[in-house]
């Protein structure tokens, strides 16, 4: 059973950054699919950004231009840049992970982001 353990997240002013990493216990093959989405308290969980064995990248609208998705797939570890952050980032955020295109996803335990204005 693959599992998915996420660092990086804080406390961080308005306009500040934070780095988040998720690294993989997989270290035979590159994960197929890798990526982020968060959680608010009582919305659903959004998609932010994923990113393939190939490096094709996707990013939900609320991030594109501000976040970046990157990966290492020899240590198969996905990080995600968070520039001028908003208090509306604040959220969980998850690491998924799917082994193969048509394998289950596998999610982290989730590492808490709080944007303070």
């Known amino acids: 059973q693959v599992q998915l353990v996420e660092s990086g997240g804080g406390l961080v002013q308005a306009g500040g950054s934070l780095r988040l990493s998720c690294a993989a216990s997989?270290?035979?093959?590159?994960?197929?699919?890798m990526g982020w989405y968060r959680q608010a308290p009582g919305k659903q969980r959004d998609l932010v950004a994923t990113?393939?064995?190939?490096?094709?990248?996707n990013y939900g609208d609320a991030v594109k231009g501000r976040f970046t998705i990157s990966r290492d797939n020899a240590k198969n570890t996905v990080y995600l840049q968070m520039n001028f952050l908003k208090p509306e980032d604040t959220a969980v955020y998850y690491c998924?992970?799917?082994?193969?295109?048509?394998?289950?996803?596998?999610w982290g335990q989730g590492t808490q982001v709080t944007v303070s204005s």
């Open positions: 997989v270290s035979r093959f590159s994960i197929y699919l």
């Open positions: 990113i393939t064995s190939g490096g094709i990248t």
């Open positions: 998924k992970g799917r082994l193969t295109p048509v394998s289950s996803d596998v």
